[in-house]
């Protein structure tokens, strides 16, 4: 079945230790996100690609940063983890950039910073 | 973005339906308003998604108002698997396709 993977589904950094969380599509969707979402809190857009160009939200802190290789991959690079950053990553995806398409979501990676 | 409102959380029993309200009180003529599930440790998915008229799929039923201030979803026999926070989202859809996401509903389904 086409899908979103994301892997690895839990991991641990150290406070300060730089970490790359990594999303994989089947789907060939031109865009795909990136949402934090905290404990008990609803997911929070950090920025999306469509097709190489990337866009960053207002509020997205500098230390969080992404890279599109292909259209199939997308990752996630956290410069400096700090303990706010402890969180679920959901990489989504949708075939296009306009309102109305349907978002397809990874299972999320859980990152815990110690 | 147009704010929603949704009851922090809402209790079923299992089999009968259940009525999940959205307020958007500030919509405008051209924003979609989605539904969206988010199971427990998982990924949100897609539940249903309308502009002006009622909708319906396999997994639910959509009633907007009239005056498109609020919205309705409809699952018409809860399931234990449909305990979940669903989010309801507008979007314009003149716009992009990014998600707000507002604080959601919590449904709770008793056996």
């Known amino acids: 079945d086409a899908m979103v993977i994301q892997n690895p589904r839990y991991q641990v950094t150290q406070f300060g230790k730089p970490v790359t969380l990594s999303c994989s599509q089947t789907l060939n969707h031109n865009v795909m996100y990136w949402y934090q979402q905290k404990s008990s809190q609803a997911p929070k857009l950090l920025f999306h690609y469509y097709d190489k160009d990337f866009n960053n939200e207002a509020d997205t802190p500098d230390n969080f940063q992404s890279r599109r290789p292909n259209t199939s991959f997308c990752f996630l690079d956290i410069r400096s983890p700090g303990l706010g950053d402890a969180a679920m990553y959901l990489c989504?995806?949708?075939?296009?950039?306009?309102?109305?398409?349907?978002?397809?979501f990874g299972p999320g990676t859980r990152l815990t910073v110690l | 973005d147009a704010k929603t409102t949704q009851p922090n959380s809402m209790e079923s029993n299992e089999e009968e339906p259940v009525h999940l309200p959205c307020n958007h009180s500030t919509i405008s003529g051209t924003d979609y308003i989605h539904w969206y599930r988010q199971l427990p440790s998982q990924g949100p998915e897609y539940v249903i998604h309308g502009l002006t008229s009622n909708v319906n799929n396999r997994m639910a039923s959509l009633a907007i108002a009239e005056d498109r201030k609020s919205s309705t979803l409809i699952l018409h026999r809860a399931t234990l698997r449909d305990a979940a926070v669903y989010y309801c989202i507008l979007r314009d859809m003149g716009g992009f396709n990014k998600f707000y996401f507002g604080s959601g509903t919590k449904l709770n389904v008793k056996p």
């Open positions: 989504a995806t949708s075939r296009i950039l306009l309102a109305g398409a349907e978002q397809f």
